[in-house]
């Protein structure tokens, strides 16, 4: 694994769209910042460091002081107890999309301006989708499902 995103590319195939694949790439620890103050910005005001920690552990703290979540967050309880569970969790989607860095498809994704035209044109399955393979690239740790899991990977990089 290198230090540098730009060196750190995979093709993946696209498994509800075959025969398509994407390229991507870890994201830059500037693109991961981004993609926690887009989320932080749409919840609430604050900074983008560690944004994604910060608010898992806001869901936790209400899960286990039996807050009503509702008041902490909007959400129903059952929506808090999966959004701790879910690695997306914190981040905006859409930001995550820096690390797709090219595709099968026809139409280009090569200038910001297309990028930003067929990004917007994606069905919510395909952001979903994108955004959890670039995130689980660039925080394999976030989709641990153990805490000796995470540390392993968090040791070996």
Same mark, same amino acid.
């Given at each position: 694994?290198?230090?540098?995103?730009?060196?750190?590319?995979?093709?993946?195939?696209?498994?509800?769209?075959?025969?398509?694949?994407?390229?991507?790439?870890? @994201?830059?620890?500037?693109?991961? =910042?981004?993609?926690? @103050?887009?989320?932080?910005? &749409?919840?609430?005001?604050?900074?983008?460091?560690?944004?994604?920690?910060?608010?898992?552990?806001? @869901? =936790?703290?209400?899960?286990?002081?039996?807050?009503?979540?509702?008041?902490?967050?909007?959400?129903?309880? &059952?929506?808090? @107890?999966?959004?701790?569970?879910?690695p997306l969790t914190g981040f905006d989607r859409y930001a995550l999309l820096a690390g797709l860095t090219a595709w099968t498809y026809p139409t280009p994704i090569t200038e910001p301006s297309e990028r930003e035209a067929a990004f917007g044109d994606l069905v919510d399955d395909a952001v979903e989708f994108f955004a959890t393979e670039i995130l689980r690239k660039t925080k394999p740790a976030l989709f641990a499902t153990s805490v000796e899991d995470a540390e392993t990977i968090r040791k070996n990089g």
């Amino acid at each position: 694994m290198s230090i540098f995103a730009s060196q750190t590319a995979a093709t993946i195939p696209i498994p509800f769209d075959q025969p398509h694949t994407v390229t991507i790439r870890t @994201l830059t620890g500037r693109e991961v =910042e981004a993609a926690q @103050l887009a989320h932080a910005t &749409s919840v609430a005001a604050g900074g983008a460091r560690h944004w994604a920690a910060r608010f898992r552990r806001l @869901l =936790e703290k209400a899960a286990q002081a039996g807050q009503d979540a509702t008041k902490v967050t909007g959400m129903n309880e &059952s929506d808090v @107890l999966s959004s701790i569970q879910d690695p997306l969790t914190g981040f905006d989607r859409y930001a995550l999309l820096a690390g797709l860095t090219a595709w099968t498809y026809p139409t280009p994704i090569t200038e910001p301006s297309e990028r930003e035209a067929a990004f917007g044109d994606l069905v919510d399955d395909a952001v979903e989708f994108f955004a959890t393979e670039i995130l689980r690239k660039t925080k394999p740790a976030l989709f641990a499902t153990s805490v000796e899991d995470a540390e392993t990977i968090r040791k070996n990089g």
